[in-house]
Structures are given as structure tokens and as C-alpha cells.
């Protein structure tokens, strides 16, 4: 065999592990239980902590949904504006006088002592603040994520019925224009492939992670994790929680969202690239051979099958031309059902490649802004040196 047929080989081989061997990660039906219906008793209170950092364009679509849920117990909700300069905090104010419901207390903790991402130092001081009503459950929920009236009592039902100490919805994503419709499904794919859901939600689990934006934590449990001063410098935030709560002997559960969205808008590929180039490095948790790996590993699975079919059908190689196109529709297969989440046309399934060509050049960059001194920026801040999912 020539040496392009071994390549299209090994990726067909890659793909039929990864179709059967990774956790059926493709599948999309990891949602969030049903409740059963066996409450007895009052309901738990709850604390919805909200960190915002300069979210007055997405506050009005978001913030309204929170305070009007249903839920039957108590809740009120603590949004942390972390030194925003666009009236976040006073637009807080004005939305909870208008809607009512939940009651809101809007704080602001200041800049972030050194050794403390933004975010986390805003959870921090919105948890301390919780804690002092004595919650039973706290949501941790981005000011960007809209929640359908039911999503609270969902959650918390999950959590009782299950004896989970952390419920986490992956929310869907805004999918409108063209570059939110070829990144978008495909980063919720990738990021199942790397953590598979039903790996996280086994008894005895073999993946750890959460989704950052829709996170029910028990209150004792964060108190036994010492969270969140535990991760106080991760920029991946959500898998540093998870394996934290892990680590102390926790339960956890993660799917997808079917009432739980995120309104903020990425139209564009300037806007997508440095969301995702902001933590990629920090995934790689900064080792220039884990991206090395990366790189070659993207390569092979996603950007060998087209191109051995295109070369085999060329040069009238019929190994390769054979390997590259069985790999390639399995590639394309594996995409469809998160298509269908996303309620996204099916011809998006055989771009995969392209997608994942452009997930490398943004890895590849984010390691360059790294090494440049950029590190992972968000908003004005810039962390240049940051730890990602400390294991300690």
C-alpha cells in the first residue's frame, strides 16, 4: 500500500473507534432526567448567582427569564457586576423593578485580588453572599443564558430525585448566521467527544466535566470542595468545578439543554475565533507537546479523509480513495444528530473538516497569543499565565 493509503487507513480506523469505543459521544439524548414526581415536602431555597461582567446588550433577554420562574420554593438571585463599564449593575436595578418576581441584589465585589480570574472572583464573593440565606441548592448561571419559567424547578428536581450534587445543562448555543452555523454545533460536538457525557453521568464515571453557564451546585457540597477558592485561577472554569466536586466524592450529571439558552450573539469568525482561541491553550494545559498531539490528532481524523478520496480517486488509488470516503461519511454520520439539536440543514454534516481546520488554526493561535503575552483575554483582562482544571 502507498504510503497516503496507511493514513487514510488509520483515520478509518480512528473513526470506527471513536463511532463505537467513545461513549456513543455523538449521540445527543444525554438530557436532563425527568423528574418523577415523588417530592414530599417543602421545596429547597435557592440562590441564583449571576457573574456579569459588561452585559448590558445581553442582560435584557437573559435576566428578565430568571426572575420570573416558577419554582415553588424559595429563590432570589445575587448578580455580581464585575467592574462593568457599560451600567450592568444599574440596568440589574432597573430590570428587577420592572419584571418583579425573584428578588434581586445586585453587588459588585470590586477588581480581582491577584491569583483570582474575573469570573470566579465574582462567583466568590455571590456565593459568600448566598450562603448567608442558607441555601440548599446554588445555581451558577451566566448572565448571557435564558431559562424557560420551568428550568429552576426542572433542575432541583433532578438534583433531589437523583441525589446529585451538581446538575449542569450545556446550554444551546444562538445558531443564526453563517459562521455561528459552521462553528457553533461542531463545538458542542468536539467538546462531547472530548468529555462524553454518558463517561460523565456513569455510576462510576469515567470523564469528568460541566458546562459553565447552567450549573445546580448543592451548597454543602461546595463547602466540602472549597470551591470556588479551590480554582481560583482557572480560565476553564466549568471542568475545574467538576473535577473539584469530583474530588470530594460528589455525584454529577451533565447533558444537553432543551430549556436552558444562550442569547449572546457571535456573528461573525473575528468574534468565534477569540472565543474559543481566548482557552484553548489553557486546555492544553500550556504543553507545547499535548498541542503538537492536538494538531497531528485533528489532522489525521478530520483532514485526512477528504483529502485521501480526492488523491485516491486522482491517482486511482482505490485503497485510499476507498478509506478516505468510508471515513468521511462515518465523520459526517457522527454530525448529524447534533445537527438536529441545533435544527441546522443536513449539507453542514460533509463541512466537518473545514470546521475542524479552522478549530486547529485556532489552537495554533491560541498558543501563539500565550507565548506572546497575551494569554487568555476576556473583556479587558488579560490572564497571561493562568491554570486550567488544577488537579490538586
Not at 54 to 83: I, K, R, T
Request: glycine share 8%; with cysteine; proline share 8%.
Amino acid at each position: 500500500m502507498s504510503t497516503f493509503a496507511w493514513f487514510s487507513t488509520a483515520s478509518l480506523a480512528a473513526w470506527v473507534w471513536l463511532l463505537l469505543g467513545q461513549g456513543f459521544f455523538w449521540r445527543t439524548d444525554q438530557r436532563l432526567p425527568p423528574s418523577r414526581g415523588t417530592r414530599t415536602g417543602p421545596w429547597p431555597r435557592v440562590a441564583v448567582v449571576v457573574p456579569a461582567r459588561d452585559e448590558a446588550e445581553v442582560l435584557p433577554l437573559s435576566l428578565p427569564s430568571l426572575l420570573v420562574q416558577d419554582y415553588p420554593g424559595s429563590a432570589e438571585v445575587f448578580l455580581v457586576d464585575d467592574g462593568s463599564t457599560d451600567g450592568t449593575g444599574k440596568l440589574a436595578a432597573e430590570l428587577s423593578g420592572r419584571y418583579g418576581g425573584l428578588p434581586v441584589t445586585v453587588v459588585s465585589p470590586g477588581e480581582p485580588e491577584p491569583g483570582w480570574t474575573g469570573k470566579l472572583w465574582a462567583l466568590r464573593h455571590g456565593m459568600a453572599l448566598a450562603r448567608a440565606r442558607e441555601p440548599e441548592y446554588l445555581l451558577l448561571t451566566d448572565a448571557d443564558i435564558a431559562h424557560e419559567p420551568d428550568s429552576l424547578r426542572r433542575l432541583v428536581a433532578a438534583a433531589a430525585e437523583n441525589d446529585l450534587d451538581l446538575v449542569s445543562q450545556m446550554a444551546r448555543l444562538r445558531v443564526a448566521s453563517f459562521w455561528e452555523r459552521l462553528v457553533v454545533p461542531a463545538f458542542v460536538y468536539f467538546f462531547a467527544q472530548l468529555y462524553p457525557f454518558r463517561w460523565i453521568n456513569r455510576p462510576r464515571p469515567l470523564a469528568t466535566a460541566a458546562a459553565g453557564g447552567c450549573v445546580l451546585l448543592r451548597t454543602e457540597t461546595a463547602v466540602a470542595a472549597n470551591v470556588p477558592e479551590v480554582i481560583r485561577q482557572a480560565v476553564i472554569d466549568d471542568v475545574s468545578l467538576a473535577r473539584a466536586v469530583r474530588r470530594c466524592g460528589g455525584r454529577i450529571w451533565l447533558g444537553l439543554a432543551e430549556r436552558v439558552d444562550s442569547v449572546r450573539p457571535y456573528p461573525g469568525l473575528g468574534e468565534l475565533w477569540r472565543m474559543i482561541a481566548r482557552s484553548a491553550y489553557a486546555q492544553l494545559r500550556h504543553n507545547p507537546l499535548l498541542l503538537a498531539g492536538t494538531v497531528a490528532g485533528l489532522a489525521l481524523v478530520y483532514l485526512v479523509p477528504p483529502t485521501a478520496l480526492v488523491t485516491g480517486v486522482w491517482t486511482g488509488d482505490a485503497v485510499t480513495a476507498w478509506a478516505g470516503g468510508v471515513a468521511w461519511a462515518v465523520m459526517a454520520g457522527t454530525y448529524v444528530p447534533m445537527l438536529r439539536y441545533y435544527r441546522q440543514p443536513l449539507w453542514l454534516a460533509p463541512l466537518l473538516p473545514v470546521t475542524a481546520l479552522l478549530y486547529l488554526l485556532m489552537t495554533v493561535d491560541s498558543a501563539v497569543r500565550h507565548y506572546r503575552g497575551r494569554g487568555a483575554a476576556w473583556k479587558g483582562r488579560t490572564y497571561t499565565r493562568p491554570e486550567t482544571a488544577p488537579d490538586r
